[in-house]
C-alpha cells in the first residue's frame, strides 16, 4: 500500500510532529469510533478510510499537526475528511473522486494519500481555517418535531434563530417536505407537496410523537455564526459540500435543493461569537414575535463555560419573554437536560451517534425542560422519549 509521503513536510508544517504517542493513540481510537458508529453501513467510503487511517502512524501525525492548536479533539478527524474532500471537489478528474461519486470501486486509501501528497498545503489551510459546518437539512425531520411540540400553545409570529447556522439551510424547515413513517408505513407529511427538498425519517421505540397537522409560520430566519456561509457564493457552497460524506446519493441532491430555496431569500445570518455576541442578537428580535433559539450538533465545538454562558444568556431572556430553546446534540453538551436512560443509547450504538433532542421553554417567567427524543444525528430516524404526548 502506498505510505503517506513525510518528505515533503517542514517542520513548520508538522508543528514537530507529535512526540506523545498517547495522543496519537487517541486519535487512532477517534477515527475507529467515527468507522464503527457513524460510518458503518452508512458512508462505505469513509468507513474504510477512517480504519485505514486509524492504523497509519505517520499520516495520523499529519493530522494531528495540522489541526488548528485550539481545534476540538473530537472533532479532528470528521475536519480532516472535509478538509481533503474540499480537495477532491475542486480536482473532479482525480482518481479518488470516482471513488467518491460512487464510479470506481477501487481501494480508495492508495488514491487518497495521493490526494494528500499533491494537496498537503491546502489541506493544511483547511484544517487551520476552517471548521466543520455540516448543515444538514436532514435534521429538519428531528427539528420540526420540536418545533411543533414547542409551540403548541403559541400564537403569535415566529422568529427562529440558529446558534451555528452555517449556510442556515435548516433555517428553511417551513418549505421541506417531510414523510414520517413506522414499520414503512405513513404516519404523517409536512410541509409543501412540491417542495424539492424532500425528507423521510422513521419512528422508532413505543411512543409517536405529537405529528404535526400544519406548516409553520415563520416572520423571520436569523442565525450567529464564526463563519456563516453565504449561499450566493459557490467557493462557500463547496464547503458545505465537502462537509458532506460520500457514497449517501440523496445527502448532495438535497443539500443542492436546501441551497436553491435558501437563494430565493437568503436568511439573517450575523459574524460572531456564541458566548459573546448572543446577548445582542437575540435583544434585537421583537418582544411581539415568539422566539424559538435552536442548535444541532452546534454546543459540541463550545467549551463547557462557553456553553453555560450560552444557557445563561438564553435563560436571562426567557424570564422576561416567552421563547424556547431546542437542541438536537450529543447529551454530554446539554447537561442541563436529563438524559435518556443508557439502555436507550446503547440499543442504537452502531446508527450513527444517539443524539438528544430536548426542549427548554420559558412561559411567564417559569422554565420547563424536556428531554423530547434521541435521533440519528441526520434525521433518518427518531425514538420519542415522551410518553404523555401522542
Known amino acids: 500500500m502506498l505510505r503517506f509521503d513525510r518528505q515533503h513536510l517542514t517542520q513548520s508544517d508538522t508543528l514537530e510532529f507529535v ?16 468507522a464503527d458508529n457513524d460510518f458503518a453501513g452508512y458512508s462505505p467510503t469513509y468507513e474504510q478510510l477512517a480504519r485505514s487511517i486509524s492504523a497509519d502512524t505517520k499520516l495520523l501525525e499529519f493530522v494531528e499537526s495540522s489541526a488548528h492548536p485550539n481545534a476540538r479533539r473530537g472533532r479532528v478527524p470528521v475536519l480532516f475528511f472535509a478538509a481533503t474532500h474540499d480537495r477532491i471537489l475542486a480536482n473532479p478528474g482525480c482518481e479518488i473522486a470516482a471513488v467518491y461519486r460512487g464510479e470506481s470501486d477501487a481501494d480508495p486509501m492508495t488514491s487518497f494519500l495521493e490526494l494528500i501528497n499533491q ?6 489551510e483547511n484544517m487551520r481555517t476552517r ?27 415566529l422568529t427562529l434563530f440558529e446558534i451555528g447556522p452555517s449556510a442556515g439551510l435548516n433555517l428553511f424547515i417551513d418549505r421541506f417536505h417531510i414523510d414520517y413513517t413506522r414499520n414503512d408505513k405513513a404516519l ?4 409543501p407537496d412540491d417542495s424539492t427538498v424532500r425528507l423521510r425519517c422513521e419512528v422508532r421505540g413505543p411512543n409517536t410523537p ?12 436569523n442565525g450567529l455564526d464564526p463563519m456563516p456561509i453565504d449561499v450566493r457564493s459557490n467557493a462557500e457552497c463547496r464547503w458545505l459540500q465537502a462537509c458532506v460524506w460520500p457514497g449517501i446519493p440523496d445527502r448532495p441532491q438535497r443539500l443542492s435543493a436546501a441551497l436553491d430555496i435558501a437563494r430565493q431569500s437568503p436568511p439573517r445570518l450575523i459574524a460572531g461569537d456564541a458566548v459573546t455576541d448572543l446577548a445582542v442578537s437575540l435583544d434585537e428580535i421583537p418582544e411581539s414575535d ?32 416567552d421563547l424556547d430553546f431546542i ?38 417567567g417559569v422554565c420547563t425542560t424536556t428531554a423530547l427524543a434521541i435521533a440519528h444525528p441526520h434525521g433518518r430516524w427518531i425514538h420519542w422519549l415522551e410518553e404523555n404526548h401522542g
Do not use: C, M
Open 19 to 34: 512526540s506523545e504517542r498517547t495522543a496519537i493513540e487517541e486519535l487512532s481510537d477517534l477515527f475507529l469510533f467515527l
Open 119 to 124: 494537496e498537503r498545503g491546502a489541506i493544511i
Open 131 to 157: 471548521s466543520v459546518q455540516t448543515n444538514e437539512v436532514g435534521r429538519s425531520a428531528a427539528l420540526a418535531l420540536a418545533f411543533g411540540r414547542a409551540t403548541q400553545d403559541v400564537s403569535d409570529s
Open 188 to 191: 404523517a407529511s409536512l410541509g
Open 210 to 221: 405529537p405529528l404535526p397537522t400544519v406548516g409553520f409560520e415563520l416572520k423571520a430566519r
Open 290 to 321: 415568539h422566539l424559538v433559539v435552536f442548535s444541532t450538533w452546534a454546543l459540541a465545538y463550545i467549551n463547557a463555560d462557553g456553553r453555560q454562558t450560552v444557557l445563561d444568556t438564553i435563560d436571562q431572556r426567557g424570564a422576561n419573554r
Open 327 to 364: 437542541t438536537f446534540e450529543e447529551p454530554r453538551f446539554t447537561p442541563w437536560v436529563q438524559p435518556a436512560e443508557a439502555g436507550v443509547f446503547e440499543h442504537y450504538l452502531g446508527e450513527g451517534t444517539p443524539t438528544q433532542l430536548s426542549l427548554r421553554s420559558w412561559r411567564g
